[in-house]
């Protein structure tokens, strides 16, 4: 059984007495440490390799979204606040989820499956082989959802939507929603046949049919183009 390693941050020892008590109910999971603040947890975070994140937001110090911020390689991070005003901006930062205290451990448990397959499915490969179409090399995208992998070749990809934690391949024959990260994808897929046109949309350049204003006609789907990613586009096109 595949093992996750945790580390806990919050500056409550009641609420790091609860969370270490439900990390070890569950047989995959692994306590690595636990902190009562940031400063205590950086030396740790900068010399071990953690699979999931469970930290407070609000800490003296240094906040839990301040050290999302700050580290390069970051795990699956939950969130786990008092506070649900806070959830838009860790969403934003593509917490794996945010659990508002007090957390039952029937919650904790459905976040830590849904984090634990991200991870599962992130660990598989995006399998793109990029190159001229020409030769005799496939050109597709290998995606793991609802316990398949489908084979999609990139020709047939029209665009990718960004939700949350999750994406949808929209394709000639179907659509496809997984556990991805858009900003993974958008450096991983060929830059001469896929653009990013705004946070949540990514496109196939061949299928763009016109750009106005304020968005991309993309094989019959009006996408919305970000400020941030116009001259991106118009260099394409």
């Known amino acids: ?40 947890a950086l030396p740790f975070l900068q010399q071990h390799d953690i699979d999931i994140l469970l930290t407070d937001i609000e ?33 934003e930062l593509n917490a794996a989820d945010y659990l508002i205290k007090p957390i039952s451990f029937p919650r904790f448990v459905q976040a830590i499956n849904k984090v634990t397959q991200s991870i599962d499915i992130q660990s598989i490969p995006v399998m793109i082989l990029k190159g001229d179409l020409s030769v005799e090399q496939k050109n597709y995208i290998s995606i793991k959802a609802d316990y398949k992998i489908y084979k999609v070749n990139l020709d047939d990809l029209i665009y990718i939507e960004g939700q949350s934690e999750y994406v949808t391949f929209h394709t000639t024959t179907r659509n496809i929603t997984a556990y991805y990260a858009l900003k993974k994808l958008e450096i991983e897929l060929p830059e001469q046949l896929f653009v990013r046109v705004h946070k949540s949309y990514i496109v196939s350049i061949k299928r763009i049919e016109y750009v106005d204003a304020t968005q991309v006609m993309v094989a019959g789907n009006k996408i919305p183009i970000g400020g941030n990613y116009r001259e991106n586009i118009m260099k394409y096109l």
Do not use: W
């Not at 919050?10 to 603040?37: F, G, H, M, W």
């Open 1 to 40: 059984m595949k093992r996750y390693k945790v580390l806990i941050i919050d500056d409550e020892l009641l609420a790091r007495t609860l969370l270490t008590d439900y990390v070890e109910k569950i047989p995959q999971l692994t306590l690595v440490e636990s902190c009562e603040n940031v400063p205590q």
């Open 59 to 91: 800490m003296p110090d240094m906040t839990g979204i301040e050290l999302v911020k700050t580290i390069d390689k970051l795990p699956a991070v939950i969130f786990t606040t008092a506070y649900s005003e806070y959830a838009v901006e860790g969403f």
